[in-house]
């Protein structure tokens, strides 16, 4: 059984113990392995904007952080929430880089998680002439994203 399907079956364990009726789909592409969660009482996942289903992608990357290896991602999703999620926050930093660029102000975005900030960066990184930073402390850190052309 690969990987994926075991975090699948793993995953199906956990949401049946908490007494949801969830179907785990697997979906790989280029960016990494996306296992979405549909079905009865998956919104309790993203209750408290989607708190559920962070703790249980950090069970998961814990659970699984040898097998899945430094080089992959794996994503746990429920009714592509965090597909939405995803990109809603590279628009919105796409729109800061641009009105950076013609403002000449910097923008901040945050405090963001890891994943999150890396989404940031690499949206920025698409919008010629901007450029962006992670600044803080650890859980708090926030994205400031600038003109190239100072």
């Known amino acids: 059984m690969q990987i994926e399907q075991q975090i699948a079956e793993f995953i199906a364990q956990v949401t049946r113990h908490m007494g949801l009726g969830v179907v785990a789909r697997v979906d790989t592409n280029d960016e990494g392995t996306r296992i ?73 975005i945050g405090p963001l998680n890891a994943y999150e900030r890396r989404l940031v960066h690499l949206a920025v990184a698409e919008v010629p002439g901007a450029t962006s930073e992670s600044i803080g402390d650890a859980a708090v850190k926030t994205v400031t994203i600038s003109s190239l052309a100072k």
Request: include cysteine.
């Open 36 to 108: 979405n969660l549909e079905g009865d009482g998956a919104e309790v996942l993203l209750a408290k904007r989607g708190e559920g289903l962070q703790a249980l992608q950090h069970i998961v990357d814990s659970a699984f952080r040898r097998q899945i290896g430094e080089g992959k991602r794996l994503f746990v999703d429920c009714m592509d929430f965090r597909k939405g999620k995803d990109n809603e926050l590279k628009a919105m930093a796409k729109f800061l880089a641009e009105k950076a660029k013609t403002t000449g102000a910097e923008q901040s």
